[in-house]
Each structure stands twice: as C-alpha cells, then as structure tokens.
T-cell receptor, first 118, second 109 residues
C-alpha cells in the first residue's frame, strides 16, 4: 500500500514556541490530507482537512490561528502549532487520501508525531 | 457520516476467532464501512472495507447484513500481535473519516 511519512516522529518544545510537523505522501499524490489529534487512551479526533492549493477546513472547536495548516504541494502538508502550551501535548497523526483502481478511495495514515510541550 | 457503536473492549486467547460487531443504524445509502487497526503510538492501519454482504482479504473478513445497520469484523485465529484498538467507520468513500471510540482487543497467551 501507499506510504505516508511524518516528521519529526517526536518533538519536545518549550511553552510559547511554535512547532511544525510535516506530512508527506511518498509514492502518490494527495490532493486531500487530514490532520488528527489523539490524547492517551482516547480515539482520534479530526482537526482539519487540508486541500492542496486552498485553505484548510477546520472542524468545530479547532482554532485555525493556533493550528496553521499549509498544503503547498500534492505530496506535502504541514501543521504548525503556534504558541504551544502544555495542553497541546498530544499525538498528532496525518492521513492522505489516494484513489484506487475502480474509483474507491483509501486513506493512508502516517506514523504520528508525539508533541510534548514543557 | 454514520455514527458507529462498538464494544469498548474484548478479550480473547491466541488461536481463537474474534468477531467484533459494530452498529451503524443511521448509515446512509452511499456510505461504506471501513475498519482500521491501531497499535499504541502508531497511526491507524486499514484492515478492510465493504459495502454489503461479505468481504474477505488476507487478514480479516467483514460481514454486512442486508439492512447494513451493523457489520462484523472477523479475525481468524488471533495471535498476541493482534492486540490493538479496532475502529469501525461508516462514511462516504470520498469523505473525511470520523473515528468512534473503537474496541480495545486484548489477546492472551
């Protein structure tokens, strides 16, 4: 299957700083990527839908000025957590959608990025 | 997007068949049913997807009755490495995925 990578796999930052997380589709082009956040022992929560060449669509309750998303190319989307605080510490996961033979779409998930804000 | 309900957790032993049932009473006509597996500190991994009847691949089977209000993921002869969280999702194939609570499967030796 297709591969989605994330970088970094883990990051520790100080409160008040910004952190950028990259999501890449390695062997396919993805016009749409998604960003999720997952707290310990909880399910994935969709944060936003990232569309290549246009503004991201944020889910209700997600601050777009705090979680900046840029989808500048068909293989790269970035999530920047601005002015991070300890409560932003979480596991951030991206996914990319690829169209399969027969017309169906399949979503491939990245390995996740563990963010710890101290 | 269909709301799904699954058991919070299940226990099994190695070598047994595990069936996880998911309810999706309000599934729309065009929705597909997809199951993902997630290990701790990893992204979800696609297991299987179906629309109706039965779908089988190398790792699992998916049973969907005619009314499509539920589905059952069947894992044949589980091993310790199948210990994970399993998510059932119902959505348009082209739509965003909204994850429910998932089922935490624990396989014992």
């Amino acid at each position: 299957g297709a591969v989605v990578s994330q970088h970094p796999s883990w990051v520790i930052c100080k409160s008040g700083t910004s952190v950028k997380i990259e999501c890449r589709s390695l062997d396919f082009q993805a016009t749409t990527m998604f960003w999720y956040r997952q707290f310990p022992k909880q399910s994935l929560m969709l944060m936003a839908t990232s569309n290549e060449g246009s503004k991201a669509t944020y889910e209700q309750g997600v601050e777009k000025d705090k979680f900046l998303i840029n989808h500048a190319s068909l293989t790269l989307s970035t999530l920047t957590v601005t002015s991070a605080h300890p409560e932003d510490s979480s596991f951030y996961i991206c996914s990319a959608r690829d169209r399969q033979a027969g017309g169906l779409y399949e979503q491939y998930f990245g390995p996740g990025t563990r963010l710890t804000v101290t | 997007l269909a709301k799904t309900t699954q058991p919070i957790s299940m226990d099994s032993y190695e070598g047994q068949e595990v069936n996880i049932t998911c309810s999706h009473n309000n599934i729309a006509t065009n929705d597909y049913i997809t199951w993902y597996q997630q290990f701790p500190s990893q992204g979800p991994r696609f297991i299987i997807q179906g629309y109706k009847t039965k779908v089988t691949n190398e790792v699992a089977s998916l049973f969907i009755p005619a009314d499509r209000k539920s589905s059952t993921l069947s894992l044949p002869r589980v091993s310790l490495s199948d210990t994970a969280v399993y998510y059932c999702l119902g959505s348009l194939n082209t739509d965003k995925l909204i994850f429910g609570t998932g089922t935490r499967l624990q396989v014992f030796p």
